[in-house]
C-alpha cells in the first residue's frame, strides 16, 4: 500500500522555508521584471536572475533541513535523491506523461482547424545557440544533453529539493495528501508570477489563471508519484526535468483547456482510487 510519507514539523518551519523561498527569489525576480517595463534600472539580465531565482527553493530545503536536522537530516535527503528501486511504470509515466500531454493538446488543436506545428523547429533551437554545423545532425541529438542539464543545474535541481524534499512531507503530517497538494500548488503557482510578468519571458504569453490551475493539478500528480515511490526525489526531479525538456522540444499548439481537462480527469481517478487515504491524515514519519 503506498503510505502519505510526511515528516513532523517543528512550529512554523513550513512558514519560514516558504517565506524564505520567496525572498530569495522574488528579490532577483522582482527587480528583474520591473527593469523589462522600464520601471527602475537592474542591470542583471532576466535569464541570470531566472535561473538563481529558481534554485531558492533547494537552497530554502536545506538550510532549514540542516536547521532542523542537520547531518542526518541532510543524509536522509540524499538517499531519497538517490532513491531509484521504485517500480519501471513510475519512470514510464514521470517521463512519458508531460509528452503525451502535450500531443493530446495539439491533436485537438489540429482538429479544430489550427495549422500543424512546424516540430522541425521546436522552441529548443530558438532558444539555445546551436552552430549551423551543429544543427544539421538533427535537433533529437541534443535531447540528452538537454535533459541532464535541466536535471541537475536547471529547474528540477533548483525546486524540487524544496517543494518535495521539505515542503511535502511536512505538509502531509498536518493535513490529507490532497489538501497538502492543493496548498504546495497554489504556493508553487505564485512564487512564479514575477516570472509572467518579466518582459522577453516565454512564460508572458500565458495566461495566469490557467498557470495556477495547471500547477495545481500538477502538484496532486506529483504527490502521487511521491507517495507511490517511497518519497523518491530522483522521480520528482525526473519528472520535472521531463516537463522541461517537453516545452523545449516538441513543437505544440498549446490549448490550455485541453491540458486541463485531460490532467483533471486523471486526477479525479487518482483520488477516487485512492480512497480514505488521499483525504485523511496520515502522519507516518517518512524514513529511508
Not at 64 to 84: D, F, I, K, N, Q
Not at 224 to 230: A, D, G, K, L
Request: one cysteine or more; aromatic letters at 16%; hydrophobic letters at 55%.
Amino acid at each position: 500500500m503506498p503510505t502519505s510519507f510526511s515528516i513532523a514539523p517543528q512550529r512554523y518551519s513550513l512558514v519560514a522555508f516558504f517565506v524564505l523561498t520567496f525572498l530569495l527569489s522574488w528579490s532577483l525576480w522582482i527587480p528583474a521584471a520591473l527593469a523589462s517595463h522600464g520601471l527602475m534600472t537592474f542591470s542583471v539580465s532576466p535569464m541570470v536572475t531566472g535561473i538563481v531565482g529558481a534554485f531558492a527553493p533547494t537552497i530554502a530545503g536545506l538550510i532549514m533541513t540542516a536547521r532542523e536536522e542537520v547531518v542526518p537530516g541532510l543524509r536522509r535527503l540524499g538517499r531519497r535523491l538517490w532513491l531509484w528501486r521504485v517500480g519501471f511504470q513510475w519512470y514510464f509515466f514521470v517521463l512519458l506523461w508531460p509528452a503525451l500531454l502535450s500531443l493530446c493538446g495539439t491533436g485537438v488543436a489540429i482538429l479544430m482547424g489550427w495549422p500543424a506545428p512546424d516540430f522541425a523547429n521546436p522552441p529548443f533551437v530558438t532558444l539555445y545557440p546551436i552552430p549551423p554545423e551543429a544543427a544539421q545532425v538533427g535537433w533529437w541529438f541534443f535531447l540528452p544533453f538537454i535533459f541532464l542539464q535541466q536535471l541537475t543545474i536547471g529547474s528540477a535541481m533548483g525546486e524540487e529539493l524544496g517543494w518535495r524534499g521539505y515542503a511535502l512531507p511536512h505538509l502531509q503530517a498536518r493535513t490529507s495528501a490532497l489538501y497538502a497538494s492543493l496548498i504546495l500548488g497554489l504556493l508553487w503557482g505564485i512564487w512564479h508570477l514575477p516570472l509572467y510578468w518579466t518582459v522577453g519571458d516565454a512564460r508572458t504569453s500565458m495566461s495566469v489563471g490557467w498557470l495556477l490551475a495547471g500547477l495545481l493539478l500538477e502538484a496532486i500528480l506529483y504527490t502521487w508519484v511521491f507517495n507511490h515511490t517511497q518519497g523518491s526525489l530522483l522521480l520528482s526531479l525526473l519528472f520535472h526535468a521531463a516537463t522541461a525538456v517537453t516545452s523545449l522540444f516538441l513543437a505544440f499548439l498549446s490549448l490550455p483547456w485541453v491540458g486541463f481537462v485531460v490532467t483533471l480527469g486523471l486526477v479525479v481517478g487518482i483520488v477516487l482510487i485512492e480512497g480514505e487515504r488521499w483525504v485523511k491524515v496520515n502522519a507516518h514519519p517518512l524514513k529511508v
